[in-house]
């Protein structure tokens, strides 16, 4: 039967780049899989970038998971209509929780024939979690902080991500204290980077199928108020200019951004950017103001370049607008133009889920 694996966890914990890993050492595995992305709004990175890795995937945009239940199971349809599936590996929206009563238990109660839900996994960036524990908001607006609490309460398998950028010491004393916080989930450590515990999270994901254990009590107007704190932007532009010189813009671009955010105090979720300039490309993160700026790949040599930006921080969209385009002028300011195709900037609506179970849905009670 179909098994579904959900990871979740808050933007730019690094879901998307777990699923590339994932996909690739199960399709090694001789299994076929498909991913589905999930965002507020269309045109994504994540899901450019998947694609270019050469992976099935498709998208549920313009509305998360939750309330779009019936958009996932489409997706799940559409991966299953290209070619016979054996695991589908999906990321819900970062600023999304409650996905264990609004996804896991519907799931288990009305698909028990067609598929097998994996344990609900959480990522949690570790530079967010030490302060977390703290009872902090992780340099977060507190809505957005009780978001990111929620996440890792309906956990079944809580992943302290990126593990690689801790001491190892620092890494196991970190798991302990999420253990002693968090009694009821598998916790554990995990690098994609590295492959550090990537073989362990795939053998329990792909062999358990106690999903959705536990349900976080949820204040939604907490929710709501932690979704509307963040500006949400995705546009996609085309650029013209020196065919050399598209990684020091990307360069530009996120510092220009990162100072810009700083200067305004506003924190950052995640601003990821990709650049394709005749069929090669870069790719461009930043998951905090104070965080460096991470650019992985290379554009070709072309004078033309695609260009999506997808960026998530706590201001006004309309703020929000303004300073990427203020910043893109200065990016672009030693001759390069830029035109844009599309541009969506908004405040993610009150979360109304279609279903929301009350209760764990037990196996016999199915
Ligand atoms: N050091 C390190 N960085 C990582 C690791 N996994 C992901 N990252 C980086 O973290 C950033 C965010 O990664 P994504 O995989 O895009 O995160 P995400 O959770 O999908 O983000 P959203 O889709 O915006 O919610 C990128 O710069 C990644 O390269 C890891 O294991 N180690
Ligand atoms: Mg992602």
Same mark, same amino acid.
């Given at each position: 039967m179909l098994r579904l694996v959900l990871v979740g966890g808050f933007l730019g914990a690094g879901k998307t780049t777990l699923l590339w890993n994932a996909a690739k050492r199960l399709r090694s595995r001789g299994l076929a899989v498909g991913l589905i992305t999930n965002d507020q709004?269309?045109?994504l990175v994540d899901t450019a970038l998947l694609t270019r890795a050469g992976v099935s995937v498709t998208e549920v945009s313009g509305s998360c998971f939750c309330c779009d239940y019936q958009g996932l199971l489409d997706a799940i349809d559409e991966l299953r209509n290209r070619r016979v599936v054996d695991v589908v590996i999906a990321e819900p929206v970062?600023?999304?929780?409650d996905l264990s009563a609004t996804i896991v238990q519907p799931l288990k109660d009305k698909l028990r024939d067609r598929l097998v839900v994996a344990p609900l996994t959480v990522l949690v960036d570790p530079a967010r979690m030490a302060d977390l524990l703290e009872g902090g908001t992780a340099g977060l607006h507190p809505g957005a902080a009780y978001i990111l609490r929620k996440q890792m309460e309906e956990a079944d398998i809580l992943v302290l991500a990126k *593990?690689?950028?801790?001491?190892p010491g620092e890494a196991v004393a970190l798991r302990d204290r999420v253990r002693a916080a968090h009694p009821g989930a598998t916790v554990r450590t995990l690098s994609s980077r590295t492959g550090e515990g990537l073989e362990e999270w795939l053998e329990e994901v792909m062999t358990?199928?106690? *999903?959705?254990?536990h349900l976080a009590e949820v204040d939604y107007d907490l929710y709501a108020e932690g979704e509307a704190a963040l500006g949400w932007l995705n546009a996609t532009l085309t650029l013209e200019g020196d065919p050399a010189g598209w990684n020091a813009f990307v360069r530009r671009l996120l510092e220009g951004l990162a100072e810009r955010f700083r200067s305004s105090g506003a924190a950052v979720g995640h601003v990821k950017v990709l650049l394709d300039a005749g069929g090669t490309f870069v790719v461009g993160n930043l998951t905090g103001a104070a965080e460096a700026a991470e650019l992985r790949g290379s554009a070709g040599l072309s004078p033309r370049a695609e260009l999506t930006i997808n960026a998530r921080v706590e201001m006004p969209p309309g703020d929000l607008e303004r300073s990427v385009r203020w910043v893109l002028d200065a990016a672009a300011a030693d001759g390069i133009g830029w035109k844009e195709h599309r541009w969506r900037c908004l405040s993610p609506g009150r979360p109304e889920p279609t279903h929301r179970y009350g209760f764990v849905v037990e196996p016999e009670s199915r």
């Open positions: 709004a269309p045109q970062g600023s999304c929780t *593990a690689d950028v801790l001491e358990r199928s106690d *999903a959705g254990l």
